[in-house]
């Protein structure tokens, strides 16, 4: 099941394994605008750790925690930040780039 959510200049990404909330019950209690907000505050104040480096990259942050995931693509990223807490919605930037990839997905796990 994928869902997708278009936010300007925001990436947001929802994953849940189906024995988990969910993901239309992630999207609604989530909130959308503090993630975004908070997200993109985080990565400016990180970004210099990654730029230009990592770039063509993708960091998942998780705005409770502040605890960023780098991977090669979004999907990785965002794997590897549900692996550490399955039911979050996570902001997702592509490093070096004014606006990221704008989607939100929503993985099941294949029974």
Do not use: C, W
Not at 3 to 21: A, D, G, Q
Request: aromatic residues 10%; proline residues 4%; hydrophobic residues 45%.
């Amino acid at each position: 099941m994928a869902l997708s959510l278009y936010l300007k200049y925001t990436t947001i990404t929802v994953l849940h394994p189906n024995i988990f909330m969910d993901a239309e019950e992630l999207i609604k209690k989530a909130d959308i605008q503090k993630i975004s907000f908070e997200g993109a505050k985080i990565y400016e104040s990180l970004k210099i750790n990654y730029e230009p480096q990592q770039k063509g990259k993708f960091l998942a942050i998780d705005i409770d925690s502040r605890n960023v995931y780098l991977a090669d693509d979004g999907a990785q990223a965002v794997e590897l930040a549900r692996q550490a807490h399955p039911n979050k919605v996570f902001y997702l930037v592509k490093i070096g780039f004014e606006t990221a990839e704008t989607v939100a997905r929503s993985f099941a796990m294949n029974p």
